[in-house]
């Protein structure tokens, strides 16, 4: 993955290097590499330098060029495919990406036209792509369908009530003289339903962090 170092910085410095990838990362700053390596990245000093270094990466069958408007400008002759993701916002914005030509032709949109998927923030989206490799996209939409969402649910609503009943269920049982039945009740469900809840809460962020 390159991108320029105005779009690495862009990036919270929690979620960089973007995990998964190879963080290829364009500045001509040559006293900022180190400070790069350190926090993940591998700095170019050229888009020569950037190519040879996402050609030796791992999977480097595919190279994502990744923004921001300055890097899509000088990379344009060199793609085969644009993925572009269309935010149903209106926005005033401060950088530009260039007009794709016609040699680009569009293959995919996802979902059709005017009518958006949501991100994890209810922003709505759609996905275009144009020309080939679109195995990838559309593993990546299907993965984004099976939202995050259902998990949200269970891993911090209804595991945590259904912990919380069956604790106070055995917790009367334990006042009422049931003492067996009440401690089974807060040892046995009530955990299982805490690691329930545990399980949905790091299965829907590691969904999101893909
Ligand atoms: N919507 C999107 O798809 C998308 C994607 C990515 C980014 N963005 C946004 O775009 C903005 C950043 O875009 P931008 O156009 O301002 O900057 P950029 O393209 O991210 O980065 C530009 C910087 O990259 C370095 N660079 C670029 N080409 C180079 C080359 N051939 N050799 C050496 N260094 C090179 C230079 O860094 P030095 O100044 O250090 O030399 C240059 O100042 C951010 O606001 C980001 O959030 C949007």
Do not use: C
Request: aromatic share 8%; glycine share 8%.
């Amino acid at each position: 993955m390159i991108m320029g170092r105005r779009t690495w910085e862009s990036f919270p410095e929690k979620f960089r290097p973007l995990p998964g990838r190879t963080n290829i990362v364009l500045t001509s700053d040559a006293p900022a590499h180190d400070r790069l390596r350190a926090a993940g990245a591998q700095p170019a000093s050229s888009l020569e330098q950037a190519l040879e270094l996402a050609e030796r990466a791992a999977g480097s069958e595919e190279i994502w060029i990744i923004g921001g408007g300055k890097v899509y400008a000088e990379t344009l002759h060199l793609i085969d495919t644009a993925i572009i993701t269309v935010l149903d916002l209106n926005l005033d914005g401060d950088t530009r990406a260039p007009e794709l030509g016609a040699q680009f032709t569009r293959s995919l949109s996802d979902p059709a036209e005017l009518a958006h998927l949501q991100d994890q923030h209810r922003v709505p989206f759609r996905i275009l792509a144009t020309n080939e490799g679109l195995d990838q996209v559309k593993e990546s939409l299907a993965a984004l369908k099976k939202s995050p969402e259902g998990l949200f649910i269970i891993g911090y609503m209804l595991f945590p009530l259904l912990a919380l009943v069956v604790a106070v269920l055995g917790f009367f049982l334990v006042l009422g003289g049931h003492r067996i039945f009440g401690v089974i009740l807060l040892l046995v469900p009530t955990q299982l339903f805490i690691f329930g809840a545990y399980w949905a809460i790091t299965n829907r962020k590691r969904l999101m962090a893909e």
